[in-house]
Structure formats: C-alpha cells, structure tokens
C-alpha cells in the first residue's frame, strides 16, 4: 500500500487535482492524505478529481477561521486495499482506521495538520498520544507538522527550542520512528526557495517499520504547492527491479543481438541501483553479468550524484576549461583561431557545461583570473612581433601590446549571471571581442605578426 501526503493550499485550482491523479497513477497510490484544503464544506470538494474514476471513499474535516481560509484536511483511500474504516475526527486531525490487505493488525492513519501556535500544538500532541495510547496496531501520521525537530531542518527562518522539544518529546514517547527520506532536505520552500523547512513528515510506529522494513519514502518536486509531496512505497511498483527483470532483460538484448546483429557487451556495462539494497543490486549485477556502478559518475563531461554545491565536485569542469587553453595549440593556430578558441570558451562550452547545475558563487571568484590569465596567454604571449621600420609611427614594444590587450579583454571577464545564492546559464561578451578584434587590427597597422614556421615537409 503507497501512501501520498501533500498540503495543497487550496483546493480551487483544477491543476492541483489533475497534478494529484498523475502522482497518484505514477505511483499507485491507495491512500491520499491532503492537508489545507480551505473548504468550509463539501461544496465543490469532488474527491473524484483527485481519485480518478476508480472507487474510492473519503473522509473530510471544513476548514475554519475566516471565510474558511484555515485547515481542512481530506483522506481518500482504495476500498479494496484499506477495509473495514472507522474514522475518528477532529479539528485538525483525521483518523482512518482499517486493515491494509495481507496484514492481521489494524492500522491507524492520521491526516494531520498542527497551527503554528505552540500552546495549540502541545495540546494537538498530547490528543493524538492519547490516540494511539488507547488503541493497539500499526500507526502511521503524515501530514503538516508545523514543527521541525532540529536547527539543521530550517534554512534562513527561525528555529524555535522550545517547539522542537515538545515535537521530539512527543515522537519517541509514543514509539514513533521516521524512514529516511530521499529527494531532498526540505518539504516547504518558500519566497523562491531562499526560506525553507522540513515541517511535513510521515511518522510511523515501531510495529509498522517492522512490517515495512525496506519502504522507500520520497519528497517530490513543488509544482502547483510551495509544498512538497510526500510519498510512501511500501509496495512493490510495476518498475522495481527484481531477478525476473534481469532475467527478462538479458533476454531482451539477447534478442536485439540476433535480430541487429549489435551486441552490447554486458561485461563492460555497470548496473546502477537506485533505492535499491544492495542484495537487490548484487543479485541484479550476477544475473546480467556486469560490473556494480556507483555515484558519482561523469556523462557526456558532466558530473551526476555529487553535491555540486561544494567546489571540490566541480574539479573536472575546471579541468576542462584548462585543457581547452593549453598553450601548445597557441604555436599551430592563427590569430583568428585564437579568437575563435577563446569564444567557443566563453560562449558555447560554458553554456553546455553550466545548463546542469548552478555553479557556487565562490567558484566564480576562485577560478575567474586563472580563466582570464589562460585567455590572455593563449592570444597574446606566444606571438612572436616584428616592427615595421617607419619614421611616421612610433615602434610599438610588447609592453604597449599587453597593455592594450588588458584593457580590452578586462571587459571580456568570464561572468555569470548571478541568479540568489548561485549562478545560472553563462553569457558573453561580444562586444569585448570587437573590441578586441578592432584593437589587433590597429596594432597590425605597426606591427608585422610573424606566426612559427611549419614543421612539416612534404618529400
């Protein structure tokens, strides 16, 4: 049984309820808890738009306060897969009470969601300890918390002790344990991300962790919410992996072999495991006969599962701008192809490299004047100048040509634009390489550009 939680904000948008069915498809979900519903009644609720056209049954708490403008929590489950539901509700909770198919134990569910107010949440806690205080089985709460547990779930927002005590007080006093949680660190983003906090969670009991010891629980990106969806698997999807599936695949390419006569040379291959444990991967690796792969790894030049918020990650795209600007292929390229290394650098390879990720803000400081130093070498260092012997102009010297050339490529800095606490999609300067361009033209008028001779010979 997959479980889906999501504080919605609002129920009015049909995107949001065409948004939840797509999730709940993907990835067949039997119990939707959905928090903020902002309805004072059943008018225009149509759980159906959420569900589907399947069957289902609901359970619904209005919402209060002005207009209705705060709360209201809904439940939507498969009747096939949760049965025999007793509901108990409250304010700002709502407890569905049934058994999940193939278990013997009742399962108590609660849709939660807590105000902000401490006084209000001690009192919400000490309600649903005597809940589960009462009654006996497997317990499982998802919802909105309003509450973090420690300083490290909060970014660039407050963080109050004396709420988070009372939260971790309340949690293993009643056996309540959380599965780690993938996808990210934080369920609520907020002024465009630059406030965030964990405040939604799934909480289950020591009984149900048992029962579901290997479930995958899994936030997903905001799209019609500054919250995000929670979900647990607890079930197997049709695209989890297993022997069978290796089974069947080897024999697919076994197939594409005979029928193409392209071979994919298993031995060679890694066999990358996503939530997976690893006897699911050793097992998986056996079957096909290839190597285990682990993150990260580098495709098409680009770094995948590293925190490349952390400079360090971003060692092998600095190298890449290095080797670009090695100064041996100064002695075998004109001066136009220098100047057109030198925006293929600041121009097309930076845009393919940065359209992943954002590059952190110290990388541009670290790393700016080395790239500039390399350009700057690259174009005017290992020319070799001969003055042309004329009494109208003076004869120019190296020295004015470096100063020229600084001046110039000063304004062909390698920028990016500066999007929060990072940077985005690079830009040029091409105005700078006019610049540039019309500058070597006018020192041309005085100079002679004398290129290495070639060293090759044809016999």
Not at 11 to 23: Q, S, V
Not at 361 to 389: F, W, Y
Request: charged letters at 15%; aromatic letters at 10%.
């Amino acid at each position: 049984m997959n479980f889906l939680s999501i504080n919605l904000r609002g129920i009015k948008d049909d995107c949001k309820a065409r948004w939840i069915n797509e999730l709940k498809i993907d990835y067949k979900i039997s119990f939707i808890c959905i928090q903020e519903t902002h309805r004072p009644d059943e008018r225009g609720l149509h759980p159906q738009k959420f569900w589907g056209y399947s069957s289902y049954h609901s359970g619904f708490i209005p919402s209060t306060g002005m207009e209705g403008r705060s709360g209201g929590i809904l439940s939507i489950w498969d009747p096939s897969s949760f049965t025999l539901p007793n509901t108990i509700k409250s304010t700002h909770y709502l407890i569905t009470s049934g058994f999940i198919n193939g278990t013997t134990s009742p399962c108590h569910i609660l849709n939660v969601y807590a105000l902000q107010e401490i006084p209000a949440k001690q009192s919400l806690w000490n309600e649903i300890s005597n809940h589960i205080a009462a009654t006996h089985g497997l317990w499982i709460l998802l919802g909105d918390f309003n509450a973090v547990r420690y300083p490290s779930e909060r970014k660039n927002s407050n963080f109050n002790p004396s709420c988070a005590f009372a939260f971790n007080d309340f949690i293993p006093q009643n056996g309540l344990v959380e599965y780690t949680m993938h996808g990210g660190l934080f369920t609520y983003i907020k002024d465009n991300g630059s406030k965030q906090s964990k405040i939604d969670r799934v909480l289950v009991s020591q009984d149900f962790m048992n029962q579901w010891p290997t479930a995958s629980f899994t936030t997903l990106p905001c799209s019609f919410s500054d919250h995000r969806p929670l979900i647990l698997i607890t079930s197997d999807l049709d695209f989890a992996w297993s022997a069978t599936h290796m089974a069947n695949t080897s024999r697919l390419l076994r197939c594409f072999h005979i029928a193409t006569g392209l071979k994919v040379n298993l031995q060679k291959s890694n066999f990358f495991g996503i939530n997976l444990p690893p006897e699911s991967i050793t097992i998986s690796t056996n079957t096909l006969n290839c190597q285990t792969g682990s993150f990260p790894i580098t495709y098409l030049g680009l770094t995948v599962g590293s925190n490349m918020n952390l400079v360090k990650n971003w060692t092998t795209v600095i190298q890449t701008f290095e080797n670009r600007l090695s100064l041996w292929k100064a002695s075998t390229l004109s001066l136009g192809g220098r100047i057109t290394l030198i925006r293929f650098m600041l121009d097309s390879l930076p845009s393919y490299l940065f359209s992943l990720y954002k590059a952190p803000q110290s990388l541009r400081i670290k790393h700016r004047t080395g790239v500039e130093m390399a350009c700057r070498s690259l174009l005017i260092d290992t020319v070799t100048v001969t003055p042309l012997i004329s009494k109208e102009y003076p004869e120019p010297s190296m020295k004015h040509i470096r100063i020229a050339s600084q001046r110039s490529l000063h304004a062909m800095r390698f920028e990016l634009s500066h999007n929060g606490d990072g940077v985005g999609a690079p830009h040029s300067a091409p105005e700078s390489f006019n610049n540039l361009v019309n500058m070597l033209s006018q020192v041309a008028q005085h100079i002679l550009v004398v290129t290495q001779p070639d060293s090759w010979s044809w016999k």
